[in-house]
T-cell receptor, first 113, second 112 residues
Framework: AQTVTQSQPEMSVQEAETVTLSCTYD???????LFWYKQPPSRQMILVIR??????QNATENRFSVNFQKAAKSFSLKISDSQLGDAAMYFC??????????FGTGTRLKVLA | DGGITQSPKYLFRKEGQNVTLSCEQN?????MYWYRQDPGQGLRLIYY???????QKGDIAEGYSVSREKKESFPLTVTSAQKNPTAFYLC???????????FGPGTRLTVL
């Protein structure tokens, strides 16, 4: 069975600082993708970053980067230079090609001015 | 601009009524999905469709029905058989069953 676990219900970060959100997953598939989505107060899910499991290099999108540890089945999101607009719920997710995407329960990120 | 639209944004329903939530995409994606999100919880899959005229049940399909007559459209009907329909509903699409999903803005359904 495919599972995704986010163990931090809530995190806080000072504006301009760096924060890391944790995610662990489990799958028996060899080919899978991992995602981080942001859900702001508007509630629309926005893709932040994706990682293909076969790629060893960690994905990066501007201030967002991941630390993909395949053996440990860990997929954390690092947000650098945090901004007030980064405040949102963040969901970690995975897909294996079955059309059944699995999402974690989310981490609420608060950004303090 | 390509994207996914959902309507209405807010929907109120009386107990015993069926309601239909609209989802349209112009991304030319083959796959479409419906999720339900309750407060403090993640996304739960209701139905998904890999191609036109085909769809499968997700994890919580009871009380819901869908159709996929056109590639662009994947409406969701919440029937009176759904015991607790008050929730936030998200529609999504993707090019395949492994690539990233793109989401619509959602519909908030409230049963009065």
């Amino acid at each position: 069975a495919q599972t995704v676990t986010q163990s931090q219900p809530e995190m806080s970060v000072q504006e301009a600082e760096t924060v890391t959100l944790s995610c662990t997953y489990d799958t028996s598939e060899s080919d899978y993708y991992l995602f981080w989505y942001k859900q702001p107060p508007s509630r629309q899910m926005i893709l932040v970053i994706r990682q293909e499991a076969y790629k060893q290099q960690n994905a990066t999108e501007n201030r967002f980067s991941v630390n993909f540890q395949k053996a440990a089945k860990s997929f954390s999101l690092k947000i650098s230079d945090s901004q007030l607009g980064d405040a949102a719920m963040y969901f970690c997710g995975s897909s294996t090609g079955t059309y059944k995407y699995i999402f974690g329960t989310g981490t609420r990120l608060k950004v303090l001015a | 601009d390509g994207g996914i639209t959902q309507s209405p944004k807010y929907l109120f329903r009386k107990e015993g009524q069926n309601v239909t939530l609209s989802c349209e995409q112009n991304l030319n994606h083959d796959a479409m999905y419906w999720y339900r999100q309750d407060p403090g919880q993640g996304l739960r899959l209701i139905y998904y469709s890999q191609i036109v005229n085909d769809f499968q049940k997700g994890d919580i399909a009871e009380g819901y029905s869908v159709s996929r007559e056109k590639k662009e459209s994947f409406p969701l009907t919440v029937t009176s058989a759904q015991k607790n329909p008050t929730a936030f509903y998200l529609c999504a699409s993707s090019t395949s069953g492994i690539n990233e999903q793109f989401f619509g803005p959602g519909t908030r359904l409230t049963v009065l």
